[in-house]
């Protein structure tokens, strides 16, 4: 398989806060890959680096072949890196102007036949289009942040907990249209989260613990690894036995 993005030792962090601890991890083409890692393991810290909201202080971030750890964020994203925070969206910005947001280098041409295609995708934002980001359900709010990374045409979506905040119901819909998506366009991902229900549709699992990877491996390895098992899974169940937030459902 062919390596999309390679992470080499990468340190970084807040100020005087070092987070990453020389971090090292690849994603191949069309490849879904998963950050599994409790609170504060750095997770978010890695995905800002990569996208360029945290600077690199060591290492090398290299994409498609191109270094691009010194480029400002918006050349990331034109070279095909879409990033979704963990908000996704922009709450005061409608869904078409939040789509639009999306697609800002691409012509007017070009976004208004790929808002076509995400509002196929994703009915329920083709019944809000002048709704406000934030006055959606916590899956819509989902959706839109997907279908907003997704108009930059990226080859690669770097997620920040795509499942936090909804109910098992919802996760569960976000899953199957990550995998319709990983499908139908092809696309890389790198997807950081604590629930454990992303497992199988990851074809790659990364652990991040104190700002080091300590494994990479496909499913039945993690599964194999009793000190994984035993300590890792444990933590996400605790993590994850808070109720979902009432972000969930209802609009
Ligand atoms: P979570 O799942 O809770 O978001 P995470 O694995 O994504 O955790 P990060 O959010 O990357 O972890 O945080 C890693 C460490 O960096 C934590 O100790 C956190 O307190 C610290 N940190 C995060 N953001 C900042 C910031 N802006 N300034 C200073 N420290 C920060």
């Known amino acids: 398989m062919e390596t999309l993005l390679d992470l080499e030792a990468l340190e970084s962090g ?31 810290t890695l995905l800002k680096t990569i996208a360029g909201l945290v600077p690199t202080w060591k290492g090398k971030i290299v994409f ?39 697609g800002y280098f691409r012509t007017d041409k070009e976004n208004r036949k790929r808002a076509g295609e995400m509002f196929d995708y994703f009915p329920d934002l083709k019944a809000y289009p002048k709704r406000m980001g934030g006055a959606l359900s916590g899956g819509q709010r989902k959706m839109l942040g997907v279908a907003k990374t997704l108009m930059s045409m990226p080859k690669l979506v770097v997620m920040d907990e795509p499942s936090s905040g909804l109910s098992p119901k919802f ?61 890792y899974f444990g933590i996400s169940q605790t993590v994850r036995s808070q109720p979902p937030s009432p972000v969930g459902e209802t609009p």
């Not at 454990?196 to 039945?220: C, H, M, N, P, R």
């Open 171 to 231: 996760v569960k819909k976000v899953i199957e249209v990550l995998k319709f998506l990983h499908e139908r366009e092809n696309l890389s991902m790198l997807i950081a989260e604590q629930n454990v229900s992303f497992l199988d549709f990851a074809q790659k699992i990364y652990i991040l613990d104190k700002g080091q990877v300590t494994f990479g491996g496909d499913v039945e390895e993690l599964k194999g690894n009793d000190t994984i098992r035993e300590t």
């Open 64 to 102: 498609d072949g191109v270094d691009l750890t010194r480029l400002k964020p918006n050349l990331r994203i034109a070279h095909g890196i879409g990033y979704m925070s963990e908000l996704g969206m922009v709450p005061n910005l409608t869904v078409e102007e939040n789509l639009k947001l999306g």
């Open 14 to 44: 807040y100020g005087l806060i070092q987070v990453l601890w020389g971090s090292s991890l690849s994603v191949c083409r069309n490849q879904s890959v998963l950050l599994l890692g409790i609170n504060g393991a750095g997770k978010t």
